[in-house]
């Protein structure tokens, strides 16, 4: 008698090539009525494992064995050098312009290219042929760290993007369903061209309009049956020539590390027999990295998964 229902395997074993030897608990018998027949399986079919099935007699079973894989990620020593002159101290001038002002104009570049490093730097260790032959560390960025690469929308011959309905729900339930998924709320970091998208979207069900805000800042929030996705738009994927691209991160599974935290020091330059000058040197070495690959995604616009 046929079973209809699912196919189900009992492992006993491994053979002298490592494959797993099973039996079938349903199916056909043998003429001789004992375990079943294991039926041919097409190449590449998915198996799903169940509980352990253990005799009446046994006391004891293979060992649950279970290490994350580990992977190593460079701290980078970020560096900015803000100097001043002892004249231009002195000097009257026609702008209220001072050295704090040139400091926070200095931080401010220093954060953002350490942004950038975080989000697109490529890891590797380098020589610095100018100071002795010093290693040079590069971290790599959480962009390359993410598991999925996905699609969204459908791109006319003018170049324009269209995201129906039945492409965002679509989209929602790849990005929240699945193995190491994550949680059920997202963070999306959008291009100009990727935002401009989704504003366009004619749709009831996703308003472009509904707002959410998250650690002090203001998100445009789409949600479903499968999870929340908070999007802003990021600068520097347009700067990236990434416009057109969307980060999805899990803010649950990111992480920062610090080598050296941030330190801020100044310096007499003058003293030092430098220069007539007064100088703030900041510094950090840190990294980000993701865990959980697959709670990560990479989305294209204009190209459906």
């Known amino acids: 008698t046929k079973d209809e229902k699912d196919l189900m395997l009992y492992v006993v074993g491994k053979n002298d090539q490592g494959y797993p030897?099973?039996?079938?608990?349903?199916g056909l018998k043998h003429t001789d009525g004992s375990n079943s027949k294991t039926p041919l399986l097409p190449a590449e079919s998915v198996l799903i494992r169940m509980g352990r099935a253990a005799s009446e007699?046994?006391?004891?079973?293979?060992?649950?064995?279970?290490?994350?894989?580990?992977?190593?990620?460079?701290?980078?020593?970020?560096?900015?050098?803000?100097?001043?002159?002892?004249?231009?101290?002195?000097?009257?001038?026609?702008?209220?312009?001072?050295?704090?002002?040139?400091?926070?104009?200095?931080?401010?570049?220093?954060?953002?290219?350490m942004e950038n490093s975080f989000l697109f730097g490529v890891k590797g260790k380098g020589k610095d042929p100018k100071k002795s032959g010093a290693d040079v560390y590069f971290t790599g960025g959480i962009?390359?760290?993410?598991?999925?690469?996905?699609?969204?929308?459908?791109?006319?011959?003018?170049?324009?993007?269209?995201i129906s309905d039945n492409d965002m729900v679509d989209f929602l339930k790849d990005l929240f369903t699945g193995n190491d998924s994550g949680n059920g709320q997202k963070i999306g970091f959008a291009g100009s061209d990727a935002l401009a998208a989704l504003a366009k979207m004619?749709?009831?069900?996703?308003?472009?309009?509904?707002?959410?805000?998250?650690?002090?800042?203001?998100?445009?929030?789409f949600d479903s049956n499968f999870g929340k996705l908070l999007v802003m738009h990021h600068e520097l994927f347009d700067m990236n020539d990434k416009s057109d691209e969307i980060f999805v991160i899990d803010p649950e599974y990111l992480r920062k590390k610090h080598f050296m935290t941030w330190d801020r020091k100044e310096y007499d330059m003058a003293k030092l027999a430098k220069r007539d000058t007064h100088a703030v040197v900041l510094k950090e070495a840190s990294c980000c990295?993701?865990?959980?690959?697959?709670?990560?995604?990479?989305v294209k616009l204009g190209e459906l998964a």
């Open 21 to 26: 030897m099973a039996i079938a608990v349903n």
């Open 57 to 113: 007699i046994d006391v004891e079973t293979g060992n649950f064995y279970n290490l994350p894989t580990p992977q190593i990620q460079f701290c980078q020593k970020f560096m900015m050098q803000i100097e001043q002159s002892t004249f231009d101290k002195m000097w009257d001038k026609e702008v209220d312009w001072n050295f704090s002002d040139m400091e926070e104009d200095g931080i401010y570049d220093m954060r953002l290219g």
């Open 143 to 162: 962009y390359w760290m993410a598991g999925k690469k996905m699609g969204l929308g459908t791109k006319a011959a003018d170049g324009n993007v269209t």
């Open 202 to 221: 004619k749709s009831e069900r996703f308003k472009v309009v509904k707002e959410f805000e998250k650690w002090g800042l203001k998100f445009t929030s």
């Open 289 to 298: 990295y993701l865990v959980y690959p697959n709670a990560h995604a990479i």
